[in-house]
C-alpha cells in the first residue's frame, strides 16, 4: 500500500467521524426545537450532509477495500463527488455561522445566568468547527488527487479510471530499454574505416591445403670420396 492510499484511508475515516459528531449534535438540536414547532436550518442541513457523507464515503471505502476496478474508485469519480461534498459542508458551516452570529452575537457568555443557553451555543461553535474540518479535509484531498492526476497526465500516464491504491503516483519510470540491432545502426561511422571487412587472422595449428604440382627437391647427392692406399 503506498502512502498516499493510506492517506486516502485516513481522510474517508475522518470525515465519517467528523459526520457522525456532526449529526449527533444537530439531531440532539431537532429533538429540542420540533416540540416547540420550531427547528434550526442549520441542523436540518447539517443532518442531510453529515448522512449523505456518512453513506457515500463509507460505500466507497467499503468497495475499495473488498472489490478490484469498481467504478466508485475512480479517481475521476471521487474527484467530482468529493469537491460536491466539500461544497455542501461549506454551506453548512456559512449557515451555522449565521446562526451563531444571529443567536449568540456576544459568544458563550451565558455560563452563569443560562446554562442551557451556553451549552447550545458551545453545541454550535462544535457543529461549525467539524463543519469546516470535513471541508478542509476534503477540500486539500482533492487538490492534492487532482495535482497528481494532472502531474501523471503529464508524464503521459492516465489514472483517471483507476482507484487510488492501484495508482503509483510521482514514481519514476521503469519502462523497458529498446536495443538497436547492430544492423540498423545510423550512426556515423568510425575513423579511418574503409567499408572493407577484416580478415581474420590464421589460427596457430591450422594449415591449408595446397593441390598444386609438387615442388621439387634442389638437394644433389654428395660426390663419393676415393679411398686412400
Not at 471505502?61 to 475521476?76: C, K, Q, W, Y
Not at 451556553?118 to 469546516?132: G, H, I, P, R, S
Not at 482507484?163 to 530499454?177: D, I, Q, R, Y
Request: glycine fraction near 6%.
Amino acid at each position: 500500500m503506498s502512502v498516499f492510499s493510506v492517506i486516502h484511508l485516513i481522510i474517508f475515516s475522518l470525515s465519517i467521524v467528523f459526520s457522525l459528531i456532526v449529526l449527533g449534535l444537530n439531531a440532539y438540536f431537532l429533538s429540542v426545537m420540533v416540540p416547540h414547532q420550531f427547528y434550526f436550518i442549520f441542523s436540518a442541513l447539517g443532518i442531510a450532509t453529515a448522512v449523505l457523507t456518512i453513506l457515500t464515503v463509507l460505500i466507497m471505502l467499503i468497495v475499495d477495500l473488498i472489490r478490484h476496478g469498481a467504478f466508485t474508485s475512480m479517481i475521476v469519480i471521487e474527484l467530482v463527488w468529493l469537491l460536491i461534498l466539500s461544497i455542501l459542508w461549506i454551506v453548512t458551516a456559512g449557515v451555522a455561522a449565521a446562526g451563531f452570529s444571529l443567536y449568540f452575537p456576544q459568544g458563550c457568555i451565558y455560563a452563569t445566568d443560562d446554562p442551557t443557553a451556553n451549552a447550545y451555543c458551545m453545541e454550535l461553535q462544535a457543529v461549525l468547527a467539524f463543519a469546516y474540518l470535513n471541508f478542509f479535509i476534503f477540500l486539500g484531498y482533492t487538490s492534492t488527487l487532482l495535482a497528481l492526476s494532472l502531474i501523471e497526465l503529464s508524464r503521459g500516464k492516465s489514472v483517471w479510471t483507476s482507484s487510488v491504491k492501484e495508482s503509483t503516483f510521482l514514481a519514476p519510470n521503469s519502462g523497458p530499454v529498446q536495443q538497436v540491432p547492430l544492423a540498423q545502426y545510423s550512426g556515423a561511422p568510425a575513423p579511418g574505416y574503409t567499408g572493407t571487412s577484416v580478415s581474420q587472422p590464421q589460427q596457430p595449428g591450422t594449415y591449408t591445403s595446397y593441390s598444386g604440382p609438387p615442388a621439387q627437391s634442389t638437394l644433389h647427392a654428395a660426390p663419393a670420396v676415393p679411398a686412400s692406399v
